[in-house]
């Protein structure tokens, strides 16, 4: 532990220094006069990116405010104490104070009240600029408000037919001609045919990549899969990352090959060098066709079995990267042609509505699979949620079409693309929990498949969490929403007149888990080193480690709560009143807790007893803080609270030490000669080893039986754990020595009178 805490120490100085500096107050001139500029260019109502890009300055500018609050923080912590120190200032009508303290209270104040100057004007400055950016954030959401409520003339009406024709071949002519001009002079066909030595190699290897890497990928995979014992899912959900990869390094290869030949400048270059965006869905969609569904024999897929429902689902998700792409190089085009007119509409159309088609397919299918018991599957995957997947889709690929269909081109847009995208995100959010369930079983030696644990769920909610930012950006969300939700999240809250914000609660977090740590390895040097050097027995060992451990915990709180500046008295008035409803509805669980320490400290019982509770009788295994645990001789463990541990009646056989005493009752026939029998059976229990004969065992003649005469064994026992042993072994003795002897050992006998016997035989009596 020793290198452990020298670098928690190196930690610790090298912060303090950094947490010793004081902001800089900032230029609160400046700022007047920019947030009348930015307030002026707001009720001139510009356009979204300079919109945007105020909004960023503001940004910037309210995270210099916010953490401009806690200059002078120290002197005026400092200052507020010496304050307090004066006591209350007399109230009207008393006595005034000395006037030595009065002087002295006025200077304080004094010099409280210039610390506090930029504290507060960085209050106001932190409001005024998180003002604007709400205003902003409001007229942004109106201006996008419009665009997707902008309706334009139907892409159905044949009338723009003819313009949407004309923006293809725009499109075209803007590709074709800067290659043909250049083809046609004669410098830069030269240079074209100087870099084809280089060019056409390097075009040829990204084509095979494009045309061939996937192959090459499933064949090496197959391959290494089959050699690999273990962590087979991992291995290969690795490899098939090559299989977006490499085609997408194969596009930028062919790319920079065009690109040396300056044949392609200008237009078509820009568009080869977006290439890879532009076809990426294709990529995405056979890689996610591979790793869900099996298409290898040795591929760990998530689905094992194929079916009707799932060849349609592959089918689905092909063309739907397909459609993307078409879609993506329509926009490129248009961003070429600088139109965004009816006619740029009309051909957006066809792929649209294809797209709106596959989605509604695709959602019917998920219909299916979430109803449908897969083959090969031991429960339905998902089925509520897949269902829910395939409903939203339905409703995306109808509603899609119909808003295309009149000519909401914005809403289509903005409904058709992120669904898409949201069934691709989702479907790599379960292969990333297949993954972490792969790891898991690898890092653990768990069969694939075969793991429950609770790990790996925990890990897969993580990052369903860490992904809803995507989702949200999928959808329309602007990163300046998502950074504002940070940077409200960063300033905090407040309870009372107490700020606290991430950073406390970070530094809560920490130095409870150091105190907690501690506590911990105290805990253990006492248990394993310090405590058994003593004569304290295991139920006083166990009662100091379990003391220390609440005070540790205790102190790590109180500790952590301080250092991470939580002022408790303002919330004094809530926990006294939550702690009268919680008092009712916790009593029990009070008692319990306060009779386990009465438990602790007085220590009646201690972990080995045996005891007994009623009619439940066993060995103490653990007493913890709201219950004790008992192992009855049948080996089941009861567990009873502390309190009825503390209020009741407990019977505790081996408290102090191990002796007791033992009873065997014996019954010999009448007749017997009784000092006869007391002699057998006081040698009898003088010869067990277990018996102490000091004080001796006495035989007892206690009365006369209905049957027997009737003795009784009474011995102190080394240890009576073994009663029932003994009890056991003397009677086995009994019984020879008594057969040697001949003695007998009476039963029960009774004599049946018949009063008129002859009513037994009546026809005999007759007769």
């Excluded at 507060?120 to 996008?144: F, G, H, K, W």
């Excluded at 568009?271 to 869905?281: D, G």
């Excluded at 699979?369 to 829910?388: D, Y």
């Excluded at 395939?390 to 409904?415: D, H, K, M, V």
Aim: charged share 20%.
């Amino acid at each position: 532990m020793g290198p452990l805490f020298r670098a928690i120490a190196v930690v610790l100085l090298l912060a303090l220094p950094a947490a010793a500096q004081t902001p800089e107050p900032p230029d609160f001139d400046a700022w007047s006069s920019f947030a009348e500029d930015a307030q002026e260019r707001l009720n001139n109502e510009g356009n979204i990116s300079d919109l945007e890009a105020l909004r960023v300055e503001l940004a910037e500018r309210r995270s210099k405010f916010l953490a401009a609050q806690n200059i002078n923080s120290a002197r005026i912590s400092t200052v507020q104490s010496q304050i307090d120190s004066l006591g209350a200032p007399p109230a009207e009508g008393e006595d005034p104070e000395a006037p030595e303290v009065a002087q002295r209270r006025a200077t304080l104040n004094e010099q409280l009240s210039e610390l506090r100057a930029p504290v507060v004007a960085a209050e106001e400055a932190y409001t005024l600029s998180d003002a604007l950016i709400a205003q902003i954030d409001s007229t942004i959401r109106e201006q996008y408000a419009e665009q997707f409520l902008a309706r334009e003339a139907s892409p159905l009406n044949p009338a723009h037919w003819g313009p949407g024709i004309d923006f293809l071949a725009q499109s075209w002519s803007q590709l074709a001609d800067p290659v043909r001009l250049r083809w046609q002079d004669p410098r830069a066909r030269g240079r074209a045919i100087g870099a084809l030595p280089i060019a056409i190699p390097l075009a040829t290897i990204g084509l095979m990549l494009v045309f061939r890497s996937r192959w090459w990928i499933r064949i090496f995979a197959r391959w290494v899969v089959s050699q690999t014992p273990r962590g087979r899912g991992v291995l290969f959900f690795l490899l098939s990352l090559g299989q977006i990869a490499f085609p997408m390094l194969g596009m930028f290869l062919f790319a920079r090959a065009t690109d040396l030949t300056n044949l392609l400048n200008g237009p078509p270059q820009d568009v080869l060098n977006a290439s890879p965006l532009i076809v990426a869905p294709i990529f995405v969609a056979k890689w996610l066709i591979n790793v869900l569904f099996k298409t290898e024999a040795l591929a760990p897929t998530f689905w094992q079995e194929d079916g009707p429902l799932l060849r349609g689902l592959r089918r689905a998700t092909s063309l739907l990267g397909y459609t993307l792409a078409v879609l993506f190089l329509i926009e490129a085009f248009a961003h070429l042609t600088e139109r965004s007119d009816i006619a740029v509409d009309v051909v957006r159309y066809i792929p649209r509505l294809i797209l709106g088609i596959l989605l509604f397919r695709a959602g019917r299918v998920l219909m299916g699979l979430g109803n449908a018991e897969l083959p090969g599957q031991s429960r339905n995957i998902g089925g509520s949620f897949t269902r829910l997947i395939g409903r939203l889709s339905i409703f995306a690929g109808i509603a899609g079409i119909a808003l295309a269909s009149i000519g909401y081109s914005n809403a289509t847009q903005s409904l058709l693309i992120p669904a898409a995208m949201t069934l691709a995100l989702t479907a790599c959010l379960g292969l990333l929990q297949k993954l972490v369930s792969d790891l898991y079983a690898l890092i653990t030696g768990t069969p694939e498949g075969e793991s429950e644990a609770l790990a790996p769920l925990l890990i897969g909610f993580g990052i369903v969490i860490l992904s809803l930012p995507l989702y949200a950006l999928i959808w329309g969300a602007r990163v300046a929403d998502l950074t504002e939700i940070w940077s409200r999240f960063r300033a905090g809250f407040s309870v009372g007149e107490t700020r606290i914000s991430p950073a406390d609660f970070l530094t809560f977090l920490l130095i409870f888990a150091i105190g907690y740590g501690l506590t911990r390895f105290m805990q253990g040097t006492l248990r394993n080193t310090v405590l058994p050097k003593t004569r304290l027995d295991v139920g006083g060992r166990n009662a100091i480690v379990a003391g220390v451990g609440y005070v540790g915990i205790f102190l790590a709180a109180i500790i952590a709560i301080t250092s991470a500046g939580i002022d408790l008295s303002s919330l004094a008035i809530v926990a006294g009143a939550l702690s009268v409803g919680i008092g009712f509805g916790l009593q029990n669980v009070v008692s319990n807790f306060v009779s386990g320490i009465i438990l602790l400290i007085e220590r009646p019982i201690s972990e080995g007893d045996w005891i007994q509770v009623g009619d439940q009788m066993g060995y103490v295994r653990n007493i913890s803080v709201r219950s004790t645990r008992i192992e009855t001789f049948d080996r089941t463990d009861v567990i009873v609270p502390n309190a009825d541990l503390v209020s009741g009646t407990v019977t505790n056989w081996t408290r102090g030490n191990n002796t007791g005493r033992v009873i065997v009752p014996v019954g010999v026939a009448y007749g017997t000669d009784t000092e006869w029998v007391t002699e057998v059976l006081r040698e009898v229990a003088e010869a067990h080893p277990m018996v102490v004969l000091n004080p001796p065992p006495a035989v007892l003649f206690r009365a006369f039986g209905a049957d027997s005469l009737e003795f009784e064994i009474r011995a102190i026992l080394r240890d009576v754990n073994f009663v029932l042993n003994v009890q056991s072994d003397m009677l086995h003795g009994i019984a020879k020595r008594f057969k040697e002897e001949g003695i007998e050992i009476p039963f029960a006998q009774r004599d049946l009178w018949l009063r008129n016997p002859e009513a037994l035989h009546p026809k005999e009596a007759a007769s």
